[in-house]
Nanobody, 119 residues
Framework: VHLVESGGGLVQPGGSLRLSCAFS????????IGWFRQVSENKREALSC???????YYLDSIRGRFTISGDAAKSTVYMEMNGLKPEDTAVYYC??????????????WGQGTQVTVSS
């Protein structure tokens, strides 16, 4: 199982980014994939999840701004982030979850990609 995130960077408030998570060694029929962010040393937030049968959003502050999607043929999951705010600054991770359905619990993790929202 291997996951690699990309697409982070520096963006101004109100801007947009699209994060990608390329995965291998499994399919979305096997495990759901979740997006998480580490906002501080002791705080990790579960953001969203996609499986072969569902999409879920865990954090109220991202609803309507972030959209998760997947391309099974490319073994890639995306998270489109619009209306970015300084409080969205964090290291963003994708992870395979512990089951084929969305649970909010990551199992295998990518290396993370930094998102910084600042003027």
């Amino acid at each position: 199982v291997h996951l690699v995130e990309s697409g982070g960077g520096l963006v101004q408030p109100g801007g947009s980014l699209r994060l990608s998570c390329a995965f291998s060694g499994f399919t979305l029929d096997d495990y759901a994939i979740g997006w998480f962010r580490q906002v501080s040393e002791n705080k990790r937030e579960a953001l969203s999840c996609i499986s072969s049968g569902e999409k879920s959003y865990y954090l109220d502050s991202i609803r309507g701004r972030f959209t998760i999607s997947g391309d099974a043929a490319k073994s890639t999951v995306y998270m489109e982030m619009n209306g970015l705010k300084p409080e969205d600054t964090a290291v963003y991770y994708c992870a395979s979850e512990v089951a084929h359905y969305c649970s909010g619990v990551g199992n295998y993790w990518g290396q993370g990609t930094q998102v910084t929202v600042s003027s």
